[in-house]
């Protein structure tokens, strides 16, 4: 996969793609980072990439001039699997399985907006689509454009054992997420705080079951958002009566990848 980013600071992306998955992946080469200078379409001395808003205002907006000829000429007969991707505060706002989405195209060309904003006819007319990373003011599309590489780069098949996940996720539901349950690792006693003893236990359908209970509470206490997108959970019944129906159910006798969330379907995060 080609991701290209049309920036006015291209230096930004140096840093963010140089450690960990990305860059590992781009060694592999699984995928390609290109960085474009939009000022690089640009005619006067001064490079000019913005102008003053009609109607007047605060601030600057970004010229679309610069911005149709560097796309007309990143790709001068675009195709479907070349995707135009405007970072804009007004977009829809990205998520994981919008990043499952853009996996799937061959290149993206992530354009940065700056300034106050960008000059409408670039959402309209240019951009195959605008996509915010959430709802809170950036200075520009930078670092959303690095978060989107991130996120979609992580998917790309052969980036760090991700067949397994990509197999777990095809079958899931992009509308139920649900938070990853909470880890532990040595010391099992710190300050006084002790890890869950059923971690401990060598007991893995208990530890499975212990991990999903977990991860529904911990979802339901901290995004009650996406809590109420999940199945309802089964009402808790009494111990003793539950561990006698479960032999008869014979649940635990299956081997524990097969019991592991099998009930439900939905993305981890
Ligand atoms: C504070 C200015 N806003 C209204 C007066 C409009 C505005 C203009 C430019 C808000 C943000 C920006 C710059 N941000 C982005 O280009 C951006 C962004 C964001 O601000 N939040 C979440 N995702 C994104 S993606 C691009």
Known sequence: MIFRILTIFPEFFRGPFEHGVVA??????????EV???????????????????????????????????????????????????????????????????AGYEELLLVCGRY???DERVAEHLAD??????????SGGELAA??????????????LGNEASAIRESFSDPAAVLLDCPQYTRPAEFRGWKVPDVLLNGNHAEIEKWRRQAALEKTARLRPDLAQALPAPE???????????????????????????????????
């Open 129 to 138: 689509e605008e996509i915010s990373i959430g709802d809170f003011v950036l």
């Open 116 to 118: 106050e904003g960008v």
């Open 235 to 269: 009402p808790a019944k009494k111990t003793r009566h539950r561990a006698k129906t479960r032999v008869a159910g014979g649940d635990e006798t299956r081997p524990e990848s097969e019991t592991a969330g099998s009930e439900t379907k939905e993305v981890l995060l």
């Open 24 to 33: 590992k992946a781009v060694e592999a080469g699984i995928l390609r980072i």
């Open 36 to 102: 474009h200078n939009l000022r690089d379409w640009t005619h006067d001395r001064h490079k000019t990439v913005d102008d003053r808003p009609f109607g007047g205002g605060e601030g600057m907006v970004l010229k679309p001039g610069p911005l149709f000829e560097a796309v007309e000429a990143i790709w001068p007969q675009r195709r479907p699997q070349q995707r135009v991707v405007l970072l804009s505060a007004q977009g829809p706002v990205f998520n994981q399985a919008a990043a499952r989405r853009l």
């Open 146 to 159: 690095a978060v989107i590489v991130d996120s979609v780069a992580r998917l790309l098949p052969g980036v």
